[in-house]
């Protein structure tokens, strides 16, 4: 089992899955550093976890720029001299059709989905090594192995972190850096709400997909009924960066893991269709 004094780096800290991964670190007595876009979240959330104890500071950036990147790593590494645990979660979704998403506002997905993973990995990988040992742990999804209609590019950013993290489980093993990657089904989170929120300019307005759009509302709405708090994928998060040997991925909750077992067993188009496709 890890110490408890670990150091745990937490982006998309502000609200859902990520607040409560942070709550659970800070149980187990990690000190944290949380990062987020929203300043007052985050100073909202650091203010609870310190008032039971937790060691905590906040770093207000976004994670998809460059700038924002180092300045988290630069303020993790002089506050508490090292990073143990890097959980990349701070991640979006769009519910629209390819065909009319903007270039943009792909490249812009995979800013935050995909390529802030990466850069974050490549920023701490060094301190681990030097310390030959540390937990990276990436924010996946069920998308990450299924597909959607009007989900596909957030479903790709999740198929791409999969791909990552998969490789760099070899890379990194001789420096005693895990990786881990954690695939949630359905949480009940703001996410569905901020991706319809972003979703609106690129959704097309010439009816196209009304058809498709009000069958996808109705699947979501029968399979969101099987969503799970956010505090059961942090649990989840939690036990998988302190164990002493942790596993390489982690399907959460049951229904996820029936989902997948699924898409082994039935036939592509069969699957398809039973998941709203
Ligand atoms: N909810 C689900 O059903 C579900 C299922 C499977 C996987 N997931 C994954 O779980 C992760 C967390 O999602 P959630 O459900 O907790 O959604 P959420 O409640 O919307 O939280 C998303 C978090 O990411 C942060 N964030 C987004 N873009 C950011 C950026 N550019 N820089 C820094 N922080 C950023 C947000 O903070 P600010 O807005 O303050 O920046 C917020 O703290 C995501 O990677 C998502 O893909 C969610």
């Known amino acids: 089992m890890r110490p408890p004094n670990d150091v745990v780096l937490i982006t998309g800290a502000s609200d859902g899955i990520g607040r409560a991964v942070a709550r659970g670190f800070a149980t187990h007595g990690s000190s944290l550093i949380l990062a987020a876009r929203r300043a007052e979240r985050l100073a909202d959330v650091a203010a609870e976890l310190r008032s039971v104890g937790a060691s905590v500071v906040t770093c207000p950036?976004?994670?998809?720029?460059?700038?924002?990147?180092?300045?988290?790593?630069?303020?993790?590494?002089?506050?508490?001299?090292?990073?143990?645990?890097?959980?990349?979660?701070?991640?979006?979704?769009?519910?629209?059709?390819?065909?009319?998403?903007?270039?943009?506002?792909?490249?812009?997905?995979?800013?935050?989905?995909?390529?802030?993973?990466?850069?974050?990995?490549?920023?701490?990988?060094?301190h681990m090594r030097d310390q030959r040992r540390g937990c990276i742990i990436n924010m996946s999804s069920v998308a990450g192995k299924v597909a959607r209609p009007l989900s596909s590019l957030y479903d790709a950013t999740k198929h791409a972190l999969?791909?990552?993290?998969?490789?760099?489980?070899?890379e990194l093993r001789d420096f005693g850096i895990c990786v881990v990657v954690i695939?949630?089904?359905?949480?009940?989170?703001?996410?569905?709400?901020?991706?319809?929120?972003?979703?609106?300019?690129?959704?097309?307005?010439?009816?196209?997909?009304?058809?498709?759009?009000?069958?996808?509302?109705?699947?979501?709405?029968?399979?969101?009924?099987?969503?799970?708090?956010?505090?059961?994928?942090?649990?989840?998060?939690?036990?998988?960066a302190i164990a002493r040997r942790s596993g390489t991925r982690y399907v959460v909750p049951l229904f996820a893991r029936v989902t997948l077992l699924l898409k082994r067993l039935l036939p592509h188009a069969l699957f398809q269709r039973v998941i709203g496709g």
């Open 61 to 126: 950036v976004d994670v998809s720029l460059d700038a924002g990147r180092k300045e988290l790593v630069t303020k993790a590494i002089s506050t508490f001299g090292k990073i143990d645990v890097l959980v990349n979660n701070a991640g979006y979704g769009y519910r629209c059709p390819l065909e009319t998403t903007p270039l943009h506002a792909v490249r812009s997905i995979f800013e935050t989905n995909v390529f802030a993973p990466i850069a974050l990995t490549q920023l701490v990988v060094p």
């Open 183 to 240: 695939e949630p089904g359905f949480v009940k989170t703001e996410f569905v709400a901020v991706a319809d929120s972003l979703s609106t300019d690129y959704s097309g307005n010439d009816g196209n997909y009304d058809r498709l759009r009000r069958a996808m509302r109705e699947s979501d709405a029968r399979y969101r009924r099987f969503a799970v708090s956010p505090e059961k994928v942090a649990q989840v998060v939690v036990r998988a």
């Open 162 to 170: 999969e791909a990552v993290s998969d490789g760099l489980v070899g």
